[in-house]
Structures are given as structure tokens and as C-alpha cells.
């Protein structure tokens, strides 16, 4: 488990870190979401004791991370999949990481199979690809068959079955108990994968719940409603204290209602209906709902007609 208490740190007057404090459990997948320059990147330097913090704390199951003699055995992690030496071959970068951590030579092989490198394990690093890196990076992550895991966006440079590889890895490691962190811009991919959110801006905590609980509070669940018989389903939906409001093609949206109870409305009316769907936000539309008033830099639309 990691543990983050009254985490802070400041870089001259600028406050990129204020006071945050989380756990991060084993057995699930926990996304770590903000908006660019909420801290996330120097959060998890701080995790791994990259950068010293300038108030709080940090646990690795209990310790320190300078505290670890061996720290690839209890944590890995995928910070900056380029940061390995391009003049050995990926065999030889792992190898170097196994000898520092007493870990077994047999491991590196072990390794380079799951990320799916053996048939250029002998190749130098430098000539990879940057999704052939990322895969030597997590293997990098792996090598020590840690109980704890950390990912800063793992499907950077990834093709689509890669993507789909490392989202049943993570999921795979979790449900072997196992404490699963990762960070990412692609919040499609999150929804799939994560199943708790730690959520910061401008280095504060802003949400530290389950996946549905957070797309529940932070966005609209409504209902959409089509018949042929617009004006009577709206009459009834009227008199049986529903709020319809319009919506493009003739539909209608209620809030507050189920399915279940705007079909058998329907039903009780005769109405015949064409559509009846509950619709429930994204993660992404729910998380730019929360974060909106802490994104450092903001965009504007193309109708502003904003300078270069």
C-alpha cells in the first residue's frame, strides 16, 4: 500500500504540491487524473523519492522509499520510458537493474517475455521504437516482482493491441492483490481500466472515490425519450410530474426519472415509443465537470479568434 500524508512541496513561490494525503490499496487499479500542471508528475517523483518534499510524508508499505535497501523488489515503476541507456541492448539494461537489486538473472528473461521483447532482447535500446520502449520500461517495472506498481502513461506510443495488452496486465496485477497506480491523459482508456480515481488540481485533492461514484456526483444522468406522439407523451409526462426539456430530432430529456418509470408512464398512455434510453456521462465529461476551475491553462473556442 502507499500512503500519502499532508504531501507538499514548493518550488520558489510556486505551490506544486499543497498538503495532499491518499492511500492507494491493493487489489484494485486506481487512476491518478488532473489537469496538466496539477502536480501528478512531481507527485509520484516524490513516491519514489525523486524529488524531496517540502512537508508530508510518503510509505512504501510502511517505509520510506530511501528506507528500501532493495527498492525494485517492493515497487516499480514507469516514469520515463526513454530514461535507460540507448548503448545496451534491453537484455543488458535489465540485467544491470537485476545486479543493483539482488534480483535473479532468470527474472530478466521472465520479464522480457510478458512485454512481448524477446526477439530483440539482444538489440541496443536506442535503435527502439518509443512503443518498444515503454515496453522495456514496464518490464523494467516488473523486474522485481513487486507487490506495488506505478505507471505514468503507460499506452504513450502503444498500438491498439498494446494498449489492450497493458489494460488486462494492470487489471491482472491488481486482481492478484497486488497495489496498481497509474496516471493517464486518456481518460477513454481510464475508464476501462481503473477502478478507484485519485483526482488533483492545481496540487489539491479533489476526489478520492470508486469510478461510478466519481462519474455519478460529478456529471448528469438523464433519460431520452422519442415517440411519434411528441405532444401527448409531453402532456404526460407533465401531469405525472416529470420536466421534459428539448432536445435535437424531436427528443426529449428527463432528469430524475428511470426507464422503468417513463415506460410504464408511457404504457399507462398508449404512447408509442421510439426511444427510451438511460444516459449516464463519460469519465471524460464528468472529469472536465470537476476540474474546470482548476485547469492552469485554458483554451479558447476557435470563434474567439485567438492570437498566435
Given at each position: 500500500m502507499i500512503e500519502?500524508?499532508?504531501?507538499?512541496?514548493?518550488?520558489?513561490?510556486?505551490?506544486?504540491?499543497?498538503?495532499?494525503?491518499?492511500?492507494?490499496?491493493?487489489?484494485?487499479?486506481?487512476g491518478f487524473l488532473g489537469p496538466n500542471g496539477a502536480g501528478k508528475s512531481?507527485?509520484?517523483?516524490?513516491?519514489l523519492g525523486l524529488d524531496h518534499p517540502t512537508g508530508g510524508s510518503v510509505r512504501i508499505d510502511g517505509r520510506h522509499y530511501r528506507d528500501l535497501a532493495e527498492p525494485l523488489k517492493h515497487i516499480g515503476a514507469l516514469l520515463e520510458a526513454k530514461s535507460v541507456h540507448g548503448g545496451r541492448t534491453a537484455y543488458n539494461n535489465l540485467l544491470c537493474l537485476a545486479q543493483s537489486n539482488r534480483i535473479p538473472e532468470s527474472r530478466v528473461d521472465d520479464v522480457l517475455d510478458v512485454v512481448g521483447l524477446t526477439a530483440v532482447a539482444?538489440?541496443?535500446?536506442?535503435?527502439?521504437?518509443?512503443?518498444?520502449?515503454?515496453?522495456?520500461?514496464?518490464?523494467?517495472?516488473?523486474?522485481g516482482d513487486p507487490e506495488i506498481?506505478?505507471?505514468?502513461?503507460?499506452?504513450?506510443?502503444?498500438?491498439?493491441?498494446?494498449?489492450?495488452w497493458i489494460r488486462n496486465l494492470m487489471k491482472a496485477l491488481a486482481h492478484e492483490g497486488?497495489?496498481?497506480?497509474?496516471?493517464s491523459h486518456l481518460m477513454s482508456e481510464m475508464a476501462l481500466t481503473a477502478d478507484h480515481l485519485i483526482v488533483i488540481g492545481q496540487?489539491?485533492?479533489?476526489?478520492?472515490?470508486?469510478?461510478?461514484?466519481?462519474i455519478h456526483t460529478n456529471s448528469r444522468s438523464y433519460a431520452r425519450l422519442r415517440s411519434p406522439q411528441r405532444e401527448q407523451l409531453k402532456d404526460a409526462l407533465h401531469e405525472g410530474g416529470f420536466t421534459a426539456?428539448?432536445?435535437?430530432?424531436?427528443?426529449l430529456e428527463v432528469d430524475g426519472a428511470t426507464t422503468e418509470e417513463l415506460g410504464e408512464l408511457a404504457a399507462r398512455h398508449g404512447i408509442v415509443l421510439h426511444e427510451l434510453s438511460a444516459q449516464r456521462a463519460s469519465l471524460e465529461e464528468a472529469f472536465m465537470q470537476m476540474t474546470a476551475e482548476s485547469v492552469e491553462y485554458h483554451s479558447r473556442g476557435s470563434g474567439e479568434g485567438e492570437g498566435v
Open positions: 500519502v500524508e499532508g504531501l507538499t512541496k514548493r518550488f520558489g513561490r510556486k505551490v506544486a504540491v499543497d498538503h495532499l494525503s491518499f492511500q492507494v490499496r491493493p487489489g484494485l487499479v486506481t512531481t507527485t509520484m517523483r516524490m513516491m539482444r538489440k541496443k535500446s536506442k535503435g527502439f521504437s518509443l512503443g518498444m520502449g515503454q515496453r522495456l520500461g514496464i518490464a523494467a517495472a516488473l523486474l506498481l506505478m505507471f505514468d502513461e503507460p499506452v504513450n506510443g502503444l498500438d491498439p493491441e498494446g494498449i489492450h497486488r497495489t496498481i497506480f497509474v496516471s496540487g489539491r485533492l479533489l476526489a478520492n472515490t470508486s469510478m461510478a461514484d466519481f426539456a428539448d432536445a435535437a430530432g424531436g427528443v
